[in-house]
Structure formats: C-alpha cells, structure tokens
C-alpha cells in the first residue's frame, strides 16, 4: 500500500473534507473518508478574510492555525477509523482554504500553517499547490480536471465532470485522452451568501427555498451580463469576484423582488453559466457527472439538465463509484503522490502555465 491522505476546505467555508487514498500503479483506491465542520466562529473569520480589513496579518495566522488543528482532526478521524498509526500514511496533501486569488497579479493565497500541522500530525504534509503554476504564468486553477482524467476518463468516451462548490468549474475529458477545463462562474457561492442573508443559514438544503421561488427573467439577464463569463479559456475566480456586493450591485432595480425569487434567480443563473460553458467546450461529451455540494442539490442538478436538453445524461459522480463531496479531497491526495514521485500535478493547457510543473512543498514530519 501506498497511503496518502487528501485534505480540502473549498470556497463554501463549510469544513474540511477528508480522504485516504492508495496508489497502487495506476489504480486509485478510496480507503476511507472523513468531514469535519467548521464552527460558526471560524467559517466568520475566513469569510472576513476574503475582503480587506484590519490587522489582517495577525487575523490570517490566528485563523491558520486553527485549520491546522482542524484538519489535525479530520486526519486523526481518519486514522483511527482505518485503524492506522501516522507511519502508514506516506504524506497528507492539504489544500488551506483560499482567502485571495489574483492570479492576473501574480498571486494566489490559499492560507494554512502546514508546519503545525507536520508537527500535530507527525506524518510529512505537502501543501501550496497552487502557487507554482502561478509563477509559471497560469491561473493556479483549476487543478482537479488532471485527476478527474486519472480517475473518470476513459479511452474511446467524451464526458465532462462539473465541480459544482463555491465556484464551478468543468473538466472537458476528450474520448482521445486530451483534457480541456475552467471556471465557469458561481456555484453555490451567491445562492450560500443570499439564503444566509435572509434565513441565517449555511445553505439551500436539496434546493428547497428556491423550488419556492420564481424567475426573475430581467435579472437573469443583468447577471449573465458579467464580463468574466465572455473571456475564453484559460480562466479562473473566485470569492474575489463573486460575492455579495457583486450580486447587490445587480439587484439595485429589483430591491421588491422576493428573496425566495432571487434564490431561484440564481439557481437558474449558477445551471445556465454551467451548461453555456459545456455546451461550448464539450467535445460532443454525451454525459456530465457532478461533484461538489452542488450535486447535493436535486433543483440545481434539473435546471442543469434542461439546459443542456435530453440528449445529455446529467448524474452526480456517485455513477462513477465516488461520492460527490470526496473527489476534491481525493483530488488532493493524488496531487501529493504526484509531488512525492515528482511528477507535474497541473495541465498548461488548462491553467495556461507555461508547462508542466511538479506542484507543492514539503513540511517534514
């Protein structure tokens, strides 16, 4: 055996998502999986994060390490439900939980205190995979479709996975081996923030305050207006742009439109950008398979299928042997075994680096 263990905190801020993989030659096996809430408290000082403010140094380290210690957990869960000691498991690949991403400055900043984490764990971690392809001159995203290749593609079949977090983003898997993929726009990160502003909560649970709804067609219009969604691939978002200033600068004529309206608004709105972006770079793909909390949610997953028509069979990755809300972390996991045998985790053709490139850096146990 050959264990690593990946660890991702994505865009919704809703905890850590834990999963322990081997790799055996080109096999990839799930041997366990774990999920480890945030509390209410940090989940609000990531969220600050995202914008500027006060003391953000300070801020930042002090909400690093408590992901340190909250992924600690997930890994020590996980351990203990496989019946491991931490010198079974080769590394633990972490992502950190992404606070900017400006990638046309340079930049990319997923935060996290791997050497604490090295020293809770006692297992070697690999983190910061990002940056790398950054400084090569790509976007630093994404990098889950060379996994999705690894683990969904297959010789002679055209299919797409969609990640549907915070952000969306495809991977366009070609039946010739040839993989394309991007952003394409929100996923649950407006219809999150607009359900937390009115109901206090974390999310549109299966949908439901949506189903409530009705569409607001102007504002549809207003939002599929945004310019990031014209710009060919290669691209990449985030919280950055997207967020709910963004979204109120667009509701400014609709300030009588019930909120139940708008939630549906934006459902149709995360379905439509997902589909457009299929339907444009898909390669004649005859099915998607979704991943993410977004596969979670039975209204988003129909307006997805409506849009793209009959023609194309819509199903969560589950129909693929993996459950939704593990790919990321297993995503990660692979991406650590690439780093430890030195091979490039990223694909220039997706994040629009100059090349290939070995991503991550090691914290020693």
């Known amino acids: 055996m050959t264990l690593y263990i990946g660890l991702m905190s994505g865009t919704s801020l809703d905890g850590v998502d834990g999963a322990l993989a081997d790799f055996d030659g080109q096999a990839i096996t799930t041997r366990g999986t774990a999920y480890i809430a945030f509390p209410p408290a940090l989940r609000a000082d990531l969220l600050a994060l995202q914008a500027p403010g006060d003391n953000e140094l300070e801020r930042e380290a002090a909400a690093a390490n408590q992901l340190a210690r909250h992924y600690a957990d997930c890994v020590a869960a996980l351990l203990t439900d496989a019946g491991l000691a931490p010198a079974d498991v080769a590394a633990v690949a972490v992502h950190g939980q992404t606070i900017r991403h400006r990638p046309e400055l340079g930049f990319t900043r997923q935060t996290n205190n791997p050497a604490l984490l090295a020293e809770l764990c006692g297992i070697d971690v690999i983190a910061d995979f990002r940056s790398r392809d950054v400084a090569a001159g790509g976007q630093g995203a994404p990098l889950v479709p060379a996994f999705h290749q690894a683990l969904f593609g297959k010789a002679g079949t055209a299919r797409v996975v969609a990640n549907i977090g915070g952000i969306a983003n495809i991977s366009v898997l070609g ?149 939704p809300n593990r790919v990321e972390a297993l995503a990660f996991a692979w991406l650590g075994y690439r780093f430890s045998e030195r091979l490039a985790g990223n694909l220039p053709a997706v994040t629009g680096a100059a090349g290939e490139r070995v991503l991550g850096a090691l914290y020693p146990r």
């Open 175 to 323: 039946g010739d081996g040839r993989v394309t993929g991007f952003d394409t726009g929100p996923g649950n990160v407006l219809m999150d923030a607009w359900i937390a502003r009115h109901q206090d909560k974390e999310y549109d649970a299966d949908g439901a305050w949506a189903a409530s709804g009705q569409l607001l067609p102007d504002l549809l219009q207003e939002l599929l207006s945004e310019s990031y969604l014209a710009l060919p691939a290669p691209k990449s978002t985030g919280r950055d742009l997207f967020h709910l200033d963004w979204l109120d600068a667009r509701l400014a004529v609709y300030r009588e439109a019930a909120p139940a309206d708008v939630q549906f608004t934006l459902t149709r709105f995360t379905a439509l950008t997902l589909a457009q972006a299929i339907q444009a770079y898909g390669g004649g793909a005859d099915a998607v398979y979704v991943c993410g909390g977004g596969a979670y949610n039975s209204v988003l997953m129909s307006e997805l299928g409506a849009a793209l028509g009959t023609q194309v069979v819509v199903a969560s990755t589950q129909a693929l042997g993996v459950a």
